[in-house]
């Protein structure tokens, strides 16, 4: 069994802000440090992809794969479901909704587009390192920013940049935050702010 890393989530209130009328936001920024390294990215590649990914350890899924699920929902639902992730080969961009339908999309995990001179272990930390901040109906909004095995400034880094950012995307600044918290899995939350 792989060993469980608690995870440090931030979350923020939010006050002065109608979901109904305001506009509800959404916004993706690349944290100094990977915040979650446990999350499984596939990947959906052309040949070269497929052989990248299998020298690198990693799950992927060729275009015959793809095909075999043969549109069943069902089936497209349990791929999505299997990873957190997923990265395409960009000649394969265009032909995944035509493979998958909308099933990858609906649950937010369209593939990130990688390039034959990308890393294919690089774009799966990026993505692992990447958080994204999106309002819906209710004012409190929660993100993955690190793990309890991160040093101290690892995590302060990536705190500072998540809460700006954040920060930057509300129409009225700080004005709008009514509280931070920060907490890990088990652990009780802290207030920040």
Known sequence: PRKF???????????NYDPQRD?????TI???HVARP????CVLG?????DQAKGAGMEFQSVDDLKKLNKNKKLIKKLAKKYDAFVASEALIKQIPRLLGPGL???GKFPTPVSHNDSLTDKANEIRATIKFQLKKVL???VAVGHLEMSEEELTANILLSVNFLV???KKHWQNVKSLYLKSTMGKPHRLF
């Open 168 to 170: 930057s995307l509300l």
């Open 46 to 50: 052309d040949a070269f992809h497929c």
């Open 140 to 142: 409190c909004l929660g």
């Open 5 to 15: 890393i608690q995870t440090v989530e931030l979350q923020i209130g939010l006050k």
């Open 38 to 41: 446990r999350l499984t990215v």
């Open 30 to 32: 690349k944290l100094p």
């Open 105 to 107: 999309h609906k649950v």
């Open 23 to 27: 506009k509800r936001f959404s916004g």
